[in-house]
């Protein structure tokens, strides 16, 4: 028998109650096993005992072990095993979601419908079974949910040959992804009844943290990742090798950081490089590997170094949640739930609630930032204004700048904020889910409050044009807020104002920075007193 090979502790996620779990009946006492959580904070080898209680026991030199199933698997011949061929709801797809967001959704979700849930690791890597009953315990099987998190990619694969009801992606779907569940008659994808967004997350850059290192630059990144930067003093840093880290093929995580870092020209795979399966093995690796550096979703850092990115600009930035839910960090992401149009009311009922203000709340505790509204003062100490103040333009523009300041002085910001596709004035994805949440906001807010839509576009076209564009934007913003809040929001002033370019808020040098910059801001008149 060996000992205990390393616990860290850290916070169980228990179960809220006890659910029937069907296990096969053969089960070897004696035997040696291993008991591991996702997160490699808990690494346990003993003697299995007995499963108890939603509850493995061990035997170990320390005496006997009790340790939560919903913490930890267990690999081993004496684990039991668990019964998933009769899960009603099947889940699959990004790490990222499934291994950091879907556990505490599960409690949520017990709670949403006045259950009690058993959550509990299988015996497969990456997956958890959660099975509810009814009147809090007391009432009926309500079924259960299996959730296996591997990549994004496999979200559209499983749901594809039908083996999943609902998809978990890091990344949006791709058109070829779309076409082939549109020709298989899984319907349209990126209609707003199959396409759910839950969450928003920041990909940070972690280092050991022994790296002296405090930032980095986007070009610098690229220098790295395309492998022709191999030593931190190249940048500066220490005589040290660098290990780069990154992540396989198919991950949501690597799509989106390609796609911010190097665009359409993200470098062929590099065999020097290590490449991992999850975030959360990318954190463990960079804390023993002192020259490391990699990139993971912003709840997964474990305690390693996060560093502040400068963007093409030379404009430091860092994720911040109100940044985060305005999506104004460059390395910024949409974490989303994917349905088939045949999708089966078990399944429409839990995507119902993620998309609920009730999971706002489990979302923040998992670390990852929810769709819910917060207001922020609009200081004239603010890196914006002093950034207005200090512009080098001509009169016309300054003119508009001073305009821009003196509303800005009088009103808060929402971090509801409305993006357009080029040239466009229809809203995006993200946009059209928001426009419920803002009006429910607005519909508590005092008669009389004044509420401005501020429009703002990219720089492609002349400065007048995209002034027209900017304002035009903000009045079909006010249109559609106003026809979807109806009665409810008679008492409150509505007014649309644009800048065009005015105030980017990224560089306007890749299409991603201009995506970002095509949008329409919401401000709110200050509470008085």
């Not at 070897?28 to 108890?52: P, Q, R």
């Not at 099987?141 to 979200?155: H, K, M, N």
């Not at 910059?517 to 008149?525: C, L």
Request: negative net charge; glycine residues 10%.
């Amino acid at each position: 028998m060996r000992n205990v090979l390393n616990y860290t502790g850290g916070v169980a996620l228990r179960a809220i109650g006890v659910a029937a779990m069907v296990l096969m009946p053969s089960i070897a006492f004696s035997e040696e096993v291993t008991l591991k959580s996702a997160d490699g904070t808990v690494n346990l080898v003993g003697e299995f005992v007995e499963f108890n209680d939603d509850n493995y026991v061990i035997r170990t030199a320390l005496g006997e072990l009790r340790i939560a199933a919903s913490r930890v698997r267990c690999e081993g011949a004496s684990c039991p095993v668990f019964e998933t061929a009769t899960a009603n709801v099947r889940i699959a797809g990004s790490d990222t979601v499934g291994l950091g967001l879907m556990p505490l959704l599960m409690s949520g979700y017990a709670g949403y419908l006045n259950a009690e849930a058993t959550i509990t690791n299988t015996q497969v890597e990456n997956q958890i079974l959660a099975s509810f009953i009814g009147d809090a315990g007391f009432g009926d099987d309500l079924g259960s949910i299996l959730v296996t998190a591997t990549r994004s990619g496999d979200a559209f694969k499983t749901l594809l040959d039908g083996s999943a009801q609902i998809g978990m992606s890091s990344r949006r779907i791709t058109p070829e992804e779309a076409r082939a569940l549109r020709d298989a008659q899984k319907g349209n994808m990126v209609s707003i009844g199959q396409e759910h967004i839950i969450a928003v997350d920041s990909l940070v850059l972690i280092v050991n943290p022994a790296n002296k290192m405090e930032q980095i630059s986007i070009q610098d990144l690229q220098r790295i990742y395309s492998g022709e930067v191999t030593n931190w003093s190249q940048l500066g840093g220490e005589d040290l090798p660098i290990t780069v880290i990154t992540r396989a093929e198919g991950s949501g995580t690597l799509a989106v950081f390609n796609d911010r870092i190097f665009g359409e020209n993200a470098p062929a795979a590099n065999p020097a490089f290590k490449v991992v399966d999850d975030n959360n093995e990318v954190a463990s690796l960079v804390n023993e590997t002192p020259g490391a550096i990699g990139y993971v979703g912003y709840a997964f850092q474990r305690g390693a170094k996060p560093l502040v990115l400068i963007n093409e600009c030379g404009i430091p930035a860092e994720p911040d949640p109100f940044s985060a839910k305005t999506e104004e960090y460059a390395l910024q992401r949409r974490l989303y739930l994917y349905t088939t149009a045949d999708a089966d009311e078990a399944t429409k009922k839990f995507v119902e609630f993620t998309q609920n203000e009730a999971s706002d709340a489990v979302v923040a505790k998992a670390g990852f930032i929810d769709l819910g509204i917060k207001e922020r003062e609009q200081s004239m100490e603010s890196p914006r204004a002093k950034a207005l103040l200090t512009a080098d333009v001509d009169d016309f523009e300054g003119n508009v700048i001073r305009e821009m300041l003196g509303v800005m002085s009088e009103f808060d910001r929402l971090s509801t904020t409305f993006r357009f596709r080029l040239g466009s004035t229809s809203l995006d994805e993200r946009g059209i889910a928001d426009m419920k949440r803002l009006v429910d906001y607005l519909a508590g807010s005092p008669e009389g409050t004044k509420v401005t839509m501020v429009g703002f576009t990219d720089d492609i076209g002349a400065f007048e044009s995209n002034l027209a564009l900017s304002r035009e934007r903000a009045r079909q913003v006010v249109d559609e807020v106003k026809a979807a809040g109806g009665e409810t929001l008679a008492g409150i002033e509505f007014d649309a104002l644009g800048y065009g370019v005015i105030a980017p808020s990224a560089c306007n040098s890749s299409e991603a920075g201009r995506a970002i910059n095509r949008r329409v801001e919401v401000w709110i008149s200050r509470p008085q007193g």
